[in-house]
């Protein structure tokens, strides 16, 4: 079974400025992928980035980039240049690749990100 | 393209009665799994369906059913609705499930409360 930790349930950054939110997990699996998900005040949960384990280089898309650590089971998520538009709850999902597709994503508590104009 | 369906968005039940949600996926999508979010437990895995076979369940009572049509549609049921069945439901679909290229794709939710 997985776990997954995030232990920061709230942060609150000024707007333009770059923020970290910490995620860690504990797996048995060699093969997974990792998701970070955002769930803005209307709950439509979106993908915002996500990580083949196998890959050692950070995966990016636009402001997102994370810093993963496969031995140190660490994946976190760096936001730049924060946005307004950036509030909402954000929750870190390791898969395995074992399941075949059927395995069902472990989410975190989420951290709920909070931009200051 | 349109997105995950849910309905309804809100309904409104009373302890002892069962209720049924709904989930069109998004079209060509075989896999549809539902969700649970709850204040005090967060996010939980119910189960997964694909080409009409639940593949996988969380660890949820056996009130909690679902099923899935020829067509990817998926329906989950709860019967005898207890206070803590009070959440927000999620449905989520893919091409073929979980993980890797086959990212989900959230629906906005069915929020039920129990009364």
């Known amino acids: 079974a997985q776990t997954v930790t995030q232990s920061q349930p709230e942060m609150s950054v000024q707007e333009a400025e770059t923020v970290t939110l910490s995620c860690t997990y504990d797996?048995?699996?060699?093969?997974?992928?990792l998701f970070w998900y955002k769930q803005p005040p209307s709950r439509q949960m979106i993908l915002v980035i996500r990580q083949e384990a196998y890959k050692q280089q950070n995966a990016t898309e636009n402001r997102f980039s994370v810093n993963f650590q496969k031995a140190a089971k660490s994946f976190s998520l760096k936001i730049s240049d924060s946005q307004l538009g950036d509030t909402a709850m954000y929750f870190c999902a390791p898969i395995s690749l074992s399941g075949g597709g059927a395995d069902g994503l472990t989410f975190g508590k989420g951290t709920h990100l909070i931009i200051q104009p | 393209k349109a997105g995950v369906t849910q309905t309804p968005r809100y309904l409104i039940k009373t302890r002892g009665q069962q209720v049924t949600l709904s989930c069109s996926p998004i079209?060509?999508?075989?896999?549809v799994s539902w969700y649970q979010q709850t204040p005090g437990q967060g996010l939980q895995f119910l189960f997964e369906y694909f080409s009409e076979t639940q593949r996988n369940k969380g660890n949820f009572p056996g009130r909690f059913s679902g099923r899935q049509f020829s067509n990817s549609r998926s329906e989950m049921n709860v019967s005898t609705l207890e206070l803590g069945d009070s959440a927000l439901y999620l449905c989520?679909?893919?091409?073929?499930?979980?993980?890797?290229?086959?990212?989900?794709?959230f629906g906005a939710g069915s929020r039920l409360t129990v009364l």
């Open positions: 989520a679909s893919s091409p073929q499930g979980a993980g890797g290229a086959n990212v989900l794709t």
């Open positions: 797996t048995s699996e060699n093969n997974y992928y």
């Open positions: 079209s060509g999508h075989r896999s």
